[in-house]
């Protein structure tokens, strides 16, 4: 297991217990693995429901055992809450958010991170954006779909940028935390179950799905390793350039965002990938308060009992710092395999889970789900 060093992570952990003693995060905000446990779901962006409505919904939730909900307020078009800089679809979170409080349900705003579709960026900064092994830029020649233009975590204006975003969210009085998604590069190789839908066979990483290769990544990597990757005979398997990569992501998240967050007292999660490795995501060093990995069997080709062994290896990992809370797709799973989803993840270790997503919940998944928790 590849985490650097155990005395490196062992460093990491005083550090992270410290910056929440500072915050005032103590651990008793954060359920562990002890007791109930604390389950979240993901709610998409969705203006359509009344606040009455909202409020019915917010009220089965928690009967159901829902503990925390994840609305999107950023889908890296338009913002959904009132930001002084993002194009604004609406006050969303303002409106829900004191009706789920109302409930006793924390809310933790979901916000994309690195793709980036505001116009305005696109043709003002294409700089910004990532480029792949071929010299493609994610602005103009996104990978797999159109939605994909990633930005490149080396540039001091993308890290301000994503940055800017924790901020105005950490403002949030009665928001309880920021929750990331997309914290990461494109995916190198696609989930097994997903590459037959873009027809194509990835058995190992090809270049024009490699990010990132910009003047900026291939600079730097040459001023510290000695060599332009670009002129590697076969730069993917080569241990140092994976490694810078890992590197740009994390110290995003633990150099400019989680203590943003921190300092707002504010908690920060982040929903991360089983298969890190594909996506630069080394989520196991992240200073975070929780991790949320999408355990979507289904995509990787795998039954439920899968699930238990990646909460199992994720718990592992974390060396026991933080809560890992299972991800489960629920498009995959009727009622009955929703109930073995959750105790396989309790099984393995999770502290909870988070159902992707609360409006594929049916009448029978609740119910379902709900008697899960009169046990």
Same mark, same amino acid.
């Given at each position: 297991m590849d985490r650097r060093t155990f005395m490196r992570m062992s460093g990491m952990t005083a550090l992270s217990m410290a910056t929440r003693r500072e915050c005032g995060l103590t651990l008793d905000k954060i359920q562990r693995n002890? =007791?109930? $446990?604390? @389950?979240?779901? #993901?709610?998409?962006?969705?203006?359509? $429901?009344?606040?009455? *409505?909202?409020?019915?919904?917010?009220?089965?939730?928690?009967?159901? =055992?829902?503990?925390?909900?994840? $609305? *999107?307020?950023?889908?890296?078009?338009?913002?959904?809450?009132?930001?002084?800089?993002? $194009?604004? +679809?609406?006050? #969303?979170? *303002?409106q829900i958010l004191p009706l789920a409080k109302a409930e006793g349900i924390e809310v933790h705003a979901w916000m994309w991170s690195m793709p980036c579709n505001v116009s305005e960026i696109v043709e003002k900064h294409p700089d910004w954006f990532a480029v792949n092994g071929l010299g493609e830029s994610a602005a103009t020649k996104p990978a797999y779909v159109n939605y994909y233009k990633f930005m490149c975590p080396s540039h001091p204006e993308v890290r301000e940028f994503v940055r800017t975003t924790v901020s105005e969210l950490a403002q949030m009085e009665a928001l309880t935390g920021i929750h990331l998604d997309y914290i990461r590069y494109p995916d190198v190789i696609l989930a097994e179950a997903l590459q037959p839908k873009y027809r194509i066979v990835q058995d190992k990483e090809y270049p024009q799905y490699d990010y990132c290769y910009c003047e900026r990544c291939r600079e730097e990597f040459k001023k510290k390793n000695g060599t332009d990757p670009l002129k590697m005979n076969d730069p993917s398997a080569n241990e140092e350039w994976r490694n810078f990569r890992y590197e740009r992501i994390t110290r995003l998240v633990n150099e400019d965002l989680v203590p943003v967050a921190h300092q707002a007292k504010k908690q920060i999660t982040a929903a991360v990938f089983p298969n890190w490795e594909n996506v630069r995501q080394q989520w196991p060093v992240w200073k975070l308060d929780a991790v949320l990995p999408m355990l979507y069997h289904r995509y990787y080709q %795998?039954?439920?009992?899968?699930?238990?062994?990646?909460?199992?290896? !994720?718990?592992?990992?974390?060396?026991?710092?933080?809560?890992?809370?299972? =991800?489960?797709?629920?498009?995959?799973?009727?009622?009955? *395999?929703?109930?073995?989803?959750?105790?396989?993840?309790?099984?393995? +270790?999770?502290?909870?889970?988070?159902?992707?997503?609360? !409006?594929?919940?049916?009448?029978? @998944?609740? %119910?379902?789900?709900?008697?899960?928790?009169?046990?």
């Open positions: 002890i =007791g109930k $446990p604390k @389950h979240w779901a #993901w709610i998409t962006t969705d203006l359509k $429901p009344s606040l009455d *409505e909202w409020k019915q919904k917010f009220s089965r939730m928690r009967r159901a =055992g829902i503990q925390a909900i994840l $609305p *999107e307020i950023y889908n890296s078009r338009k913002s959904y809450y009132a930001s002084r800089r993002l $194009p604004n +679809g609406g006050q #969303w979170l *303002e %795998k039954d439920i009992p899968w699930i238990q062994e990646q909460v199992s290896k !994720g718990v592992k990992s974390l060396s026991n710092r933080i809560p890992l809370y299972s =991800g489960l797709f629920v498009p995959s799973l009727n009622p009955d *395999e929703l109930a073995q989803a959750v105790e396989a993840s309790m099984k393995g +270790g999770a502290s909870g889970v988070s159902l992707f997503n609360a !409006g594929s919940m049916t009448d029978a @998944h609740w %119910k379902r789900f709900g008697r899960l928790q009169q046990r």
